[in-house]
């Protein structure tokens, strides 16, 4: 064989069967059963020879090669197979396995089986279609020919079929949409069924309350009805009534109508007549005008000379001015001659809060001149004018207040004694005026502190010739108790630089020292202390509440400066005394509603300021008695009300309505005061020539020592003569002058037992002192006499004391036992012008080295600090229980001017001044024999 043909038949056999086991044989099937159903198509492998299989191997590979067998049946293409398998399991061909030809065969022959199966039934169903195709066919003739007989016929039918069936489908067009309109309708009506039942429902609702309505609005309209019925009536009168009116007003507008149209005719006829005398007038007006204008240029004229006469009168004004201010300057100078108390005004503003106020002052003038009205009085007596030396509106400033005060305050350090004290109403500015309502803001500061720093300012201007020395005491006087508002327990250790000065600067003054302890006086060096001081000073005084006024300050307050002034060059030496005082309010009691303690501050309040008041008239109408012990305002202030200070009072004014009476009651009292003649102010300046006098008066003691003797013993002689009187005609002796003998038998209590006969001599000197000054009050020319002789005796004295205790070496508080027989200095404290009660007290509060804050004192405390800082000349102390004179020992005292003959205290002072050289001889015998002068003066008291 072919090797070529060989290889291809062995691929054609492959693909084969490749084929068969891809199952791909679905194709040959079809051709397989096309050939069982008798298939007309011819199978290429089947020829008219015979069949294909019984060709040759080589013959099939070339007819696959030629592609041939694609056509050929699958009955060929198996045979074709079978016998290619048969040939090589024959041949035991190599190619094929054994085994594997024979499952093919096997796989072959069962395809075959099947494939012949369904051959079979293919036969069989396309007989079956042959027979009913016959059966059809021969239908189709019977129809045919049914049908060429009724062509006609049917063609109508037909075409009517072919409407009906048009129809037919519109018809089952129209039936689908109605169909569909029919769901959509049953949605439409079943959406509908729910509307109306919700409708039904509502409608019930609607219903039921239209009904309610209903039958509502048919009892309203019922009412209305009514209403209206009766409304119709009212308005049917209505209507008669109107139709009357309008009756009767057209007969009256005709009437009118007719009276208007005659009152036109008139006027008509009176504007005809008056046209005449209009022209007239306007030509008479043109005539005035030209005449006007004529007046006006004369007018300009003597406008222009108007000016130039007014300008000539502004020159006068000015000058006016000048001399204006030039008399307040006299006015002033005289007033200061005749130590006049100054008045000064000050007219408190509106608080926050009281704005739209109706206001009580009127007028405030330039000079002091201030009208006040009553709104509740109008007329001619409501208005009333008070004249002061000046009046501060309520727009005036600290530092304008203080401007006016700067003179006064200055002349301190000058030597003089000054009291500038606030009087006024609770609220009316007292504080404000002295203090200032805020410390830390200087442009706030009151007359206080403003007087202090100005005080330094001073004082370091002239430090290079005159030296000074500033010390301040701030005391309250509350409930009539006199409480050291500057001195407390923790007082050392707090202020340790004042402390430091109290013992070292006055460590070689024994007395001071302790007296300085005792009564805070206080040395400052500059304003911050004062601040410091006087910020404990305003915290530990005694505040209240009234109704008033929140902050009411129910004490008086007194802030008393001391100066002493050194004169470098000469020597000498000169004392002021500042008072500041802040009173307590002066309004009525019952107005500030006070009850139990407040009431009792009230009290007193009103007590001292009416002593104030009582010891300023007498001074107004120079009474020989002068009340000054009727309180301890007075008592604290007597050195400044009656000796030769300058003396100024602000009185404060509150603007409101509902304080014009109090206002008023003020008015009155400042004006009282303003006339209070004290006497010219005095400097209290001491050259060297004093100093001498001091000197002198110690030896002078000591002589009056000597003569205490003799009188001790006259004394002793008179006793036992009175003794012997008495004995033989005590009637008589009743009926002596009972003040005398009652002075006598007062003095003979106070002497102690066991004194000295020359004690007993210096206790009837006081005696006679007392009984002198009773009598001079009484008028009897011979007692003053002897009373001035004992007073200058006992000035003089008491300068020796002074003197002394100068020379006290630096630890002279070691030394004063040795040199007083054992006295201790508080023991000496009485010589400084204590009562014997007062110094027991004081006394044992010295001994004990403490003080305690609110300490009552006496009314001589500011007096007797300022003897004992700066000792100076100073009068006895007369008995507190008798005497209405001044006790304070600060000044000399004013002899009772009325009884002697007219003059001046100076008259007095010279006189008594004469008599010292008399004095001289026996100084020079004694100086310095303090220890004599000491117990001299002890005894005097
Ligand atoms: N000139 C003034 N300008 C502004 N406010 C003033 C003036 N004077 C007083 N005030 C105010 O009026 C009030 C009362 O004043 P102040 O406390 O000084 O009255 P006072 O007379 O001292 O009262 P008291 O008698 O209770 O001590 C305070 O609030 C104070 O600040």
């Given at each position: ?26 194709g040959?099937i ?24 019984d ?46 030809a024979?499952?093919?065969k096997?796989?072959?022959?069962e ?5 012949s ?20 066919h ?8 049914l049908?060429?007989?009724?062509t006609?016929?049917?063609e ?34 079943d ?16 219903k ?39 009756k009767?007003?057209?007969d ?6 007719l009276?208007?149209?005659?009152k036109e005719q008139?006027?008509?006829q009176?504007?005809d ?28 004229e ?7 006469n007014l ?20 006015y002033?100078?005289v ?27 009127q007028?405030?003038g ?7 009205i ?8 409501s ?13 005036s ?11 006064l ?12 004290f ?5 609220g009316?500015g ?7 309502p805020?410390?830390t ?9 403003r007087a ?18 500033i ?14 508002l ?33 009564y ?19 915290m ?16 008086h ?22 008072h500041l ?97 004290l ?11 004093i100093?001498?006098?001091m000197?002198q ?27 012997e ?10 009926s ?36 002198s ?11 003053v ?5 004992h ?29 007083d ?5 508080n ?6 012008g204590f ?5 027991e007290?004081?006394?044992s509060?010295?001994?004990?080295g ?19 800082l ?34 001046s ?13 008399s ?23």
């Amino acid at each position: 064989m072919d090797p070529h043909l060989e290889s291809r038949a062995t691929e054609h056999r492959e693909g084969a069967l490749s084929e068969v086991r891809n199952g791909n044989i679905s194709g040959r099937i079809e051709i397989f059963n096309g050939l069982a159903e008798g298939n007309n198509s011819v199978d290429v492998l089947q020829s008219k020879n015979g069949h294909y299989w019984d060709l040759p191997a080589s013959k099939i590979s070339e007819l696959m090669k030629l592609g041939n067998l694609e056509k050929a049946s699958i009955h060929s293409l198996f045979t074709i197979v079978k016998r290619i398998l048969d040939d090589r399991i024959e041949k035991k061909d190599e190619d094929i396995p054994q085994r594997v030809a024979s499952v093919l065969k096997l796989v072959l022959q069962e395809i075959e089986q099947q494939v012949s199966k369904q051959a079979d039934n293919m036969r069989k169903q396309s007989i079956l279609y042959k027979s009913r195709e016959d059966r059809y066919h021969s239908k189709i003739r019977a129809l045919e020919t049914l049908a060429t007989g009724t062509t006609e016929e049917n063609e109508v039918v037909m075409t009517q079929l072919q409407q009906m069936k048009v129809e037919k489908a519109k018809i089952e067009e129209n039936k689908r949409r109605e169909e569909q309109d029919l769901i959509k309708l049953r949605k439409e009506k079943d959406g509908c069924e729910s509307q109306i039942l919700s409708l039904n429902e509502k409608l019930m609702f609607t219903k039921t309350s239209y009904e309610e309505n209903l039958s509502q609005l048919e009892s309203k309209a019922e009412e209305t009805k009514n209403k209206l019925e009766k409304k119709i009536l009212e308005l049917e009168c209505l209507l008669t009534d109107s139709k009357k009116k309008v009756k009767e007003l057209e007969d009256f507008s005709e009437s009118k109508l007719l009276r208007w149209k005659r009152k036109e005719q008139r006027y008509r006829q009176f504007i005809d007549s008056k046209v005449g005398p209009l022209q007239e007038l306007r030509l008479a007006s043109e005539s005035i005008k030209q005449e006007v204008s004529k007046i006006k240029n004369v007018y300009a004229e003597e406008f222009f000379n108007f000016g130039l006469n007014l300008k000539g009168l502004v020159e006068a004004a000015e000058n006016y001015h000048s001399v204006l201010e030039e008399n307040r300057k006299l006015y002033n100078e005289v007033q200061d001659l005749k130590g006049n108390i100054r008045v000064y005004c000050r007219v408190r503003p509106f608080l926050s809060g009281q704005n739209g106020k109706q206001t009580t002052m009127q007028y405030i003038g330039e000079n002091g001149e201030l009208v006040v009205i009553n709104p509740s009085k109008p007329g001619k007596d409501s208005h009333r004018l008070f004249k002061f030396n000046k009046v501060f509106g309520p727009a005036s400033t600290q530092e304008e207040v203080f401007r006016d005060t700067q003179p006064l305050i200055r002349s301190v350090l000058d030597g003089y004694n000054v009291c500038i004290f606030a009087y006024g109403q609770t609220g009316s500015g007292k504080t404000y005026t002295m203090t200032g309502p805020n410390m830390t803001s200087v442009a706030d500061w009151g007359v206080n502190y403003r007087a202090l720093n100005d005080l330094f300012n001073i004082s370091q201007k002239r430090h290079s010739s005159i030296a000074y020395e500033i010390a301040v005491q701030m005391v309250e006087i509350y409930n009539e108790q006199v409480r050291d508002l500057l001195c407390n327990d923790s007082f050392p250790k707090r202020y340790p630089f004042l402390f430091s000065f109290l013992t070292t600067s006055l460590r070689n003054h024994a007395f001071s020292l302790a007296i300085c302890k005792y009564y805070c006086l206080h040395p400052v060096k500059s304003t911050g202390d004062v601040l410091e001081l006087m910020t404990v000073g305003l915290m530990n005084r005694s505040v209240g509440a009234t109704a008033l006024n929140e902050r009411s300050s129910r004490s008086h307050s007194i802030l008393t400066v001391h100066v002493r002034g050194t004169d470098l060059e000469t020597d000498a030496v000169l004392r002021g005394c500042l008072h500041l005082v802040d009173l307590a309010g002066s309004e009525r009691v019952d107005r500030s509603e006070a009850k139990g303690d407040r009431l009792r501050e009230a009290q007193h309040i009103n007590k001292s300021l009416s002593a104030l008041g009582d010891v300023i008239f007498a001074l107004a109408q120079k009474n020989a008695h002068v009340p000054y012990r009727n309180s301890k305002l007075t008592q604290v202030l007597q050195s400044s009300l009656g000796g030769q200070a300058k003396t100024l009072m602000f009185v404060q004014l509150n603007p409101d309505v509902e304080s014009y009476s109090e206002t008023i009651s003020t008015l009155k009292f400042a004006e009282r005061v303003s006339g209070v003649e004290l006497g010219a102010a005095r400097s209290n300046k001491e050259g060297r020539g004093i100093r001498e006098l001091m000197e002198q008066v110690a030896s002078l003691k000591d002589a009056a020592a000597k003569k205490d003797d003799e009188i001790g013993r006259l004394r002793s002689l008179k006793v036992s003569r009175d003794g012997e009187r008495r004995s033989m005609s005590s009637p008589r002796c009743g009926s002596a002058s009972p003040r005398r003998h009652s002075a006598g038998a007062r003095s003979s209590q106070r002497v102690p037992q066991g004194k000295s006969s020359s004690e007993k001599a210096a206790t009837d000197l006081e005696n006679s002192s007392d009984y002198s000054e009773k009598h001079s009050e009484a008028g009897s020319q011979q007692s003053v006499d002897d009373f001035k002789h004992h007073k200058e005796f006992f000035r003089q004295s008491r300068l020796a004391v002074v003197g002394a205790d100068k020379k006290f070496p630096e630890d002279s508080s070691l030394k004063f036992d040795a040199a007083d027989g054992g006295k201790k200095p508080n023991d000496d404290i009485e010589l400084l012008g204590f009562g014997e009660d007062d110094s027991e007290e004081r006394l044992s509060d010295i001994s004990d080295g403490v003080l305690s804050m609110g300490t009552e004192t006496d009314a001589s405390v500011n007096s007797i600090v300022e003897y004992t800082l700066f000792p100076e000349k100073a009068p006895l102390k007369p008995s507190t229980e008798t005497t209405e004179k001044p006790c304070v020992p600060v000044k000399i005292p004013k002899p009772p001017t009325k009884q002697t003959q007219p003059g001046s205290s100076r008259s007095a002072l010279s006189k008594s001044t004469s008599k010292i050289p008399s004095y001289r001889k026996a100084t020079a015998t004694a100086t310095g024999s303090s220890s004599s002068a000491v117990k001299a003066t002890k005894r005097w008291h």
